[in-house]
Antibody
């Protein structure tokens, strides 16, 4: 079964750029689409965006001006960059696989999540 | 964006109870609806996709129904490991959106 592991700094200063990487193991990144989803403390889930293995991206319009998701197929990794962060970006960040069955899409594999705190 | 609204926001139930959670979409999403549950400190886990298809490995006491704008997740006989927060999610369009969650607590 495919496994995902997030990595990156747990503390980011306001106005700086949050950078996270997700490593895909026990499987290939060369299929499906690869997502970032976040969860502020005590709140619900927010979809940030995804990238197809081909490099095509789709972002949440609420974050689009600040988000970049990229993929490195040679390393079996994909990454998230979120610029100009504020305290409102403090959350647990999950990387995840979204896969299709026919025309139906669902997230079937999740990383364990990594907590990112925005604070000076 | 498609808004997803779950009800109730929380409920208390006993082991063995039948539990029903409702999810309503702000527009028709056909059957592009998924259900997840999440335990404290853990990542969400997929239960149901395409409104009524049981994900591999998920116990048959979980079932989903609905189409269009109204959907239901049913747990036929609540087990101790089912106490968690449940989320619906639409995959009809982007941005993908989730319901606000339903917390199932022990009575």
């Amino acid at each position: 079964q495919v496994q995902l592991q997030e990595s990156g700094p747990g503390l980011v200063k306001p106005s700086e750029t949050l950078s996270l990487t997700c490593t895909v193991s026990r499987g290939s990144i060369n299929s499906d689409s690869w997502s970032w989803i976040r969860q502020p403390p005590g709140k619900g889930l927010e979809w940030i965006g995804y990238i197809y293995y081909s490099g095509t991206t789709n972002y949440n319009p609420s974050l689009k001006s600040r988000v970049t998701i990229s993929v490195d197929t040679s390393k079996n990794q994909f990454s998230l960059k979120l610029s100009s962060v504020t305290a409102a970006d403090t959350a647990v960040y999950y990387c995840a696989r979204e896969r299709p069955t026919g025309y139906y899409y669902y997230v079937d594999v999740w990383g364990k999540g990594t907590t990112v705190t925005v604070s000076s | 964006d498609i808004q997803m609204t779950q009800s109730p926001s929380s409920l208390s139930a006993s082991v063995g109870d039948r539990v029903t959670i409702t999810c309503r979409a702000s527009q028709s999403i056909n059957t592009y609806l998924n259900w997840y549950h999440q335990k404290p400190g853990k990542a969400p886990k997929l239960l149901i996709y395409a409104a009524s298809s049981l994900q591999s490995g998920v116990p048959s006491r979980f079932s989903g129904s609905g189409s269009g704008t109204d959907f239901t997740l049913t747990i036929s006989s609540l087990q101790p490991e089912d106490f968690a927060t449940y989320y619906c999610q639409q995959s009809y369009s982007t941005p993908r959106t989730f319901g606000q969650g339903t917390k199932v607590e022990i009575k």
